[in-house]
């Protein structure tokens, strides 16, 4: 059950984090160049591909939640790869000496327009790469734009206070090992076994900041599925946060550290596997992007939550009793670990096994709309109008389906949801995935 | 020498050298750059031919997005088709590659290739008109959408004033009857060829890695690409 009274302090929180900002004074010349050196830096032979093949035939703009909720062609997708695109041309493209006479260099107030084109209206959720005829993944090249940005410290207060408070404290709103502490010892007074820092185990679950304060049914969810499955698990307090404001602020070093910490404490316990919460963006920070120092391969499964119950019922490892068959159920693929994911099949194993009406929406999986509070953006306050506008879309294809719950397995979906339905006062019930499937182990929990 | 001399002499082959030494380079430059491999072991096998194929059936529009106005969807096939069979399939062009290359096919019918012409220019025109009143469109439009258009436009519009007569007399007369209105549609050629290395004409040569990039990308997460 989650708290609304926690909801509406978090969502206070949210309100005034920009105020925790310590802003880096850069002279302005500096900023232009740091950001301009991260650009070189980043262009590699796939991204200047992207940006050279780009026909500006706007199709892009058909996939994209932000411009088709506002109708402004500034958010147009490709657009927001320019001055990238113009630093590539002057300085790296083939005919650079020839095109530097013909394209304007990037300033200062550009990096500053851009600030919105790439954080506040773009959740890198790569449906535009899916309706461009090139095949640019315009999503990745946001992303050089936003590390770009984060160079020049201009990234928006908010995302850059989360980010330095987890590079300097190592916390994330506060939440640390004292306070995961706290919720295991609630979570053991329900009579769930909860093992935290164990020497050696199995499976390393990791949780997040928003199950630790708000979504604690999500975590105690996940405690009770591994518990049933007997599997040797733990959580670690060294490395239990899966956000990693790294890479939503743009933060290269702060995201490889983020990540650093759950592989050491991965790596320590020798665990198998390492399962991540319903929490979007940590999938790709870790499962596609993780590595070791030595820029190996992890020697560890990564699985989202979602994918591992997907996992175990598909194989049959893991049977649920069944649910109500006229409940209405559709299901929001979460950007990160559908369309850039591949976290596809299994969430809705899951969804089937529960023995409800499944309905899916149109379009859906790969191409399913995002909800638009994705990469950090739900943070951004000045964005809410702006988010408001892209959920709309989310909203009309969530109540074509006639589905009275809408299920999701990403923590920043469920906030973006919560908030969406309350300002259009929809009436939506908003489910986890992981929680409806705790809900239907074949026993009573005796953990 | 005459003009006509001219278009087909030294300056087609000078178009000629640009052309194919500045698509060289411009793969040269990308070549240089560095890659950045992926790390991370695969959702699923995804081969190159795998991308390949992806490329290849990304011609068509994707199933469950968002369709675009028809016109919109419609107006690149008939312009990108109609150039090809425009190129390629006119006796006089066919003519022409085969005395410089050696190569040759047979024809299309005159009348397919009047009203494959036609219809080129038209969805052109209906491109640029679009480019110039979709807020999209003129939002994101440069100088390099307009040269290209006017360079391709400009061979179109040659060689429908060249096309005077049926393509088999055409062919069976000795000498060229109208000089200088066929090294005008020459030179608009050239002008192309020149300006394709430096411009979105490149397209036609990056589509193919562009995509099969993204394909690769996706395919290795297991998404359907």
Redesign the interface.
């Known amino acids: 059950m989650i708290d609304m009274a926690v909801f509406k302090q978090f969502q206070g929180a949210i309100a005034h984090l920009g105020e925790m900002a310590k802003p880096e004074l850069i002279a302005d010349d500096e900023r232009v160049a740091r950001a301009k050196a991260v650009m070189r830096l980043k262009t590699d032979r796939a991204l200047a591909l992207d940006l050279e093949s780009c026909v500006n035939c706007g199709y892009c703009s058909e996939a994209c939640h932000f411009y088709q909720g506002t109708q402004d062609p500034k958010y147009t997708p490709t657009r927001k790869l320019d001055l990238l695109r113009r630093v590539h041309a002057r300085e790296s493209s083939a005919f650079a000496p020839i095109k530097r006479l013909f394209t304007r260099d990037i300033s200062l107030q550009d990096l500053q327009d851009w600030q919105e084109l790439v954080y506040d209206s773009c959740t890198e959720c790569g449906r535009c790469s899916m309706v461009c005829p090139m095949g640019i993944n315009i999503a990745r090249g946001v992303n050089v734009m936003r590390e770009a940005l984060s160079e020049a410290g201009l990234v928006p207060l908010e995302l850059m206070a989360v980010a330095q408070e987890q590079a300097g404290r190592g916390t994330v709103f506060g939440v640390g090992p004292a306070e995961l502490a706290h919720v295991v010892e609630a979570l053991r007074g329900q009579g769930i076994r909860v093992p935290l820092d164990e020497p050696r185990a199995d499976v390393m679950l990791v949780t997040t900041v928003i199950d630790v304060l708000l979504f604690q049914d999500a975590l105690a969810a996940t405690a009770r599925i591994l518990n049933h499955l007997n599997i040797n698990w733990t959580l670690r307090s060294a490395g239990f946060e899966a956000a990693n404001f790294g890479l939503l602020s743009g933060n290269e070093a702060l995201q490889k550290a983020a990540s650093k910490r759950l592989i050491d404490e991965a790596l320590a316990i020798g665990a198998k596997a390492v399962i991540l919460p319903e929490c979007g963006h940590a999938y790709p920070a870790l499962r596609w992007e993780g590595r070791l120092p030595d820029g190996k391969p992890l020697p560890f499964e990564v699985l989202a939550a979602s994918e591992f119950v997907g996992r175990e019922i598909r194989e049959g490892r893991l049977a649920l009793v069944a649910g109500d068959p006229n409940r209405k159920l559709t299901y929001h693929d979460a950007c990160k670990l559908a369309r850039h994911g591949g976290v596809i099949d299994e969430p809705r194993a899951a969804l089937r096994a529960l023995g409800v009406d499944f309905r899916e929406t149109s379009p859906t999986a790969e191409l399913n709309w995002c909800c638009g509070g994705g990469a950090g953006a739900f943070l951004i306050n000045r964005a809410a109008p702006l988010r408001q506008k892209a959920w709309q879309i989310k909203r009309e294809q969530i109540e074509a389906t006639g589905a009275d719950t809408v299920v999701l397995s990403c923590a920043s979906c469920r906030l973006n949801f919560m908030e969406g339905a309350e300002v259009a006062q929809s009436s939506m019930h908003i489910e986890s995935l992981i929680e409806l499937v705790a809900a239907q182990l074949p026993r009573p929990p005796s953990q | 020498m005459d003009m006509l001399d001219w278009a087909r002499g030294p300056v087609l082959y000078a178009a000629l050298t640009v052309f194919v030494l500045g698509v060289a380079?411009?793969f040269?430059?990308?070549?240089r750059?560095?890659?950045?491999p992926?790390?991370?072991?695969a959702?699923?096998e995804f081969s190159r031919a795998d991308a390949l194929r992806v490329?290849l059936t990304?011609m068509w529009p994707?199933k469950?997005?968002?369709g675009?106005a028809t016109l919109v969807t419609f107006n690149?096939y008939v312009f990108h088709i109609g150039l090809a069979l425009v190129f390629l399939g006119y006796a006089p062009h066919i003519a022409f590659i085969r005395r410089l290359t050696g190569l040759g096919w047979p024809a299309l019918p005159d009348m397919v290739m009047y009203l494959s012409a036609a219809a080129t220019i038209v969805s052109l025109l209906i491109a640029l008109m679009f480019r110039l009143t979709?807020?999209?469109?003129?939002?994101?439009?440069?100088?390099d959408?307009m040269v290209t258009c006017l360079v391709t436009m400009l061979p179109l519009i040659t060689g429908m004033a060249v096309v005077g007569e049926p393509s088999s007399s055409i062919l069976a007369h000795k000498v060229v009857l109208y000089r200088d209105p066929l090294a005008i549609h020459l030179f608009s050629l050239e002008l192309l060829l020149v300006w394709f290395?430096?411009g979105?004409l490149?397209?036609a040569f990056?589509?193919l890695?562009?995509?099969?990039?993204?394909?690769t990308?996706?395919g290795r997460?297991?998404?359907?690409p």
């Open positions: 380079w411009r040269f430059a990308l070549s750059l560095p890659t950045t992926a790390i991370a072991p959702r699923k490329a990304r994707r469950g997005l968002r675009s690149p979709d807020p999209v469109l003129k939002k994101i439009s440069s100088a959408d290395p430096f979105k490149m397209h990056l589509f890695p562009g995509r099969m990039q993204l394909a990308f996706l997460r297991g998404v359907q």
